[in-house]
């Protein structure tokens, strides 16, 4: 099966920065319309994070508790996606899922995303 892979996760403390990678396994290239990273907290749903047209030029889209502080990108990719994490808080403690959308519809909503990744854990201290 296709798979996202991510990679980047760890522990860091509070202030501190990761990035994390995702990229499709090696060989699939079908072009996605968008891409996105979610996180999901222990007894919390998954929610969303950052998501990214992967058109050039492409709308980037914050939840508002990350605004100012993650940046994700594409580096010009239609099926990798990276975010920038910067000024953790331990509040950003959660797995991030990197997923990938090609049929189009609500960017925020997980349901809407077709291909994920199998996560990787931020732990902020």
């Known amino acids: 099966d296709v798979q996202l892979v991510e990679s980047g996760g760890g522990s860091v403390q509070a202030g501190g920065s990761l990035r994390l990678s995702c990229a499709a396994a090696s060989g699939y290239s079908a072009v996605t319309l968008c891409m996105g990273w979610f996180r999901q907290a222990p007894g919390k749903d998954r929610e969303a994070v950052a998501v990214?047209?992967?058109?050039?030029?492409?709308?980037?889209t914050y939840a508002n508790s990350v605004k100012g502080r993650f940046t994700i990108d594409t580096e010009g990719t239609r099926n990798a996606a990276y975010l920038q994490m910067n000024n953790l808080r331990p509040e950003d403690s959660a797995k991030y899922f990197c997923?990938?959308?090609?049929?189009?519809?609500?960017?925020?909503?997980?349901?809407?995303?077709?291909?994920w990744g199998q996560g990787t854990q931020v732990t902020v201290s």
């Open positions: 997923a990938a959308q090609y049929l189009g519809g609500g960017i925020f909503d997980p349901a809407r995303y077709e291909l």
């Open positions: 990214v047209a992967t058109q050039p030029g492409g709308t980037k």
